[in-house]
């Protein structure tokens, strides 16, 4: 839970804000006192994510954000196709270097502030066919480094998180058979499946005063898993 009003007067942008992580973090910060600008794809999980969070009577509201087409999702398990490796980095890498790169002068404009980005611990641990995927996550660690230079001109710092197993539908199918999660968890010294707020007090520690001289750093919330490249 949150224990006090961190941002109050903030605006914050967070991505893929309907579900799971997303929508963790966005709660939590508007629990912190700011206005969140959460955004999907989709027009109906937009609504509702906004409806629910404001009759929780937090200051949100919502955009139409979508980057990626679905037939490329579903590929991305089915094969590991050139075209796949291209929309993969199209989507985590490079989209998000031009998010960064629009409204960084609005950040800067402002007065500073701070990004997070969301990569993940298959950065780290590669396996099966999402190899294309992992390699887009190890990139996204290089990418916070390379832009510290120049966000810290901006009076902006860039930090990012690195999730291990947290429980949400994009990673359903490594928990909702007991027997795969005990397998899995066999990995994870903790010994448990994290939750998505769990991601979301971590954000909000990067995002605030408690991290003023904390930039370029990519924290692993993985329950102990293997964290080395």
């Not at 999980?45 to 990626?68: F, K, M, P, T, Y």
Request: glycine fraction near 10%; charged fraction near 20%.
């Amino acid at each position: 839970m949150s224990s006090g009003k961190r941002f109050p007067g903030k605006v914050v942008i967070v991505t893929a804000s309907t579900d799971g992580i997303g929508l963790a973090i966005a709660k939590r910060l508007a629990e912190d006192g700011a206005h969140v600008m959460i955004s999907s794809r989709t027009q109906k999980n937009v609504d509702a994510a906004v409806d629910q969070l404001r009759s929780e009577g937090l200051s949100v509201s919502g955009i139409v954000c979508h980057v990626a087409k679905e037939e490329h999702r579903r590929k991305l398990i089915e094969e590991t196709s050139e075209s796949v490796w291209d929309k993969i980095f199209e989507v985590n890498v490079k989209a998000t270097f031009l998010l960064v790169k629009e409204i960084a002068p609005y950040i800067e404009k402002r007065g500073g502030g701070s990004i997070v980005l969301v990569s993940s611990i298959g950065g780290f641990v590669f396996g099966g066919l999402l190899g294309a995927y992992g390699t887009s996550k190890t990139a996204m660690f290089g990418l916070t480094k390379a832009l510290v230079p120049q966000c810290a001109g901006m009076n902006i710092r860039i930090n990012c998180i690195a999730p291990g197993l947290i429980r949400t539908r994009f990673s359903e199918a490594l928990w909702k058979d007991p027997d795969v999660l005990a397998d899995t968890l066999k990995s994870v010294p903790m010994n448990r499946i994290g939750e998505p707020s769990e991601c979301a007090g971590v954000v909000s520690f990067l995002c605030s005063e408690d991290a003023s001289y904390v930039t370029g750093e990519t924290i692993v919330i993985a329950g102990g898993q293997s964290s080395r490249l």
